[in-house]
Nanobody
């Protein structure tokens, strides 16, 4: 499956952005999906993830209450709505797909099988 992330940009602190991750080559409905981010000089880190049916989501503590992950399997797309953005949210955001499995949501990047190319999010203070 190929993943294409889009929607990044420059926004002021307190603003909002919506990221999209479009899949092609195979339906995303068979994958759990995740968003990760990598800030300058830092390692890639988990942001949010959603089970293949959308029945369960998980977030890193720093974005809880501000970010919302969702998916539309009919459109083969996963979304990350980011509200009340902070300068520390500045990073390249990546979407990733993991073969769906029973159990808890995977938060480690090494668990994911496919990655998109990343989209830059910059939050100014």
């Amino acid at each position: 499956v190929q993943l294409q992330a889009s929607g990044g940009g420059l926004v002021q602190a307190g603003g909002s952005l919506g990221l999209s991750c479009a899949g092609s080559g195979r339906t995303l409905s068979t994958y759990d999906m995740g968003w990760f981010r990598q800030a300058p000089g830092k390692e890639r880190a988990f942001v949010a993830a959603i089970k293949r049916t959308g029945s369960k989501t998980q977030y890193v503590d720093s974005v809880k209450g501000r970010f919302t992950i969702s998916r539309d399997n009919a459109w083969n797309t996963v979304y990350l709505q980011m509200d009340n953005l902070k300068p520390e949210d500045t990073a390249v955001y990546y979407c990733a797909a993991k073969f769906a499995a029973y159990g808890s949501i995977a938060t480690q990047g090494s668990s994911y099988n496919y990655w998109g190319q990343g989209t830059q999010v910059t939050v100014s203070s």
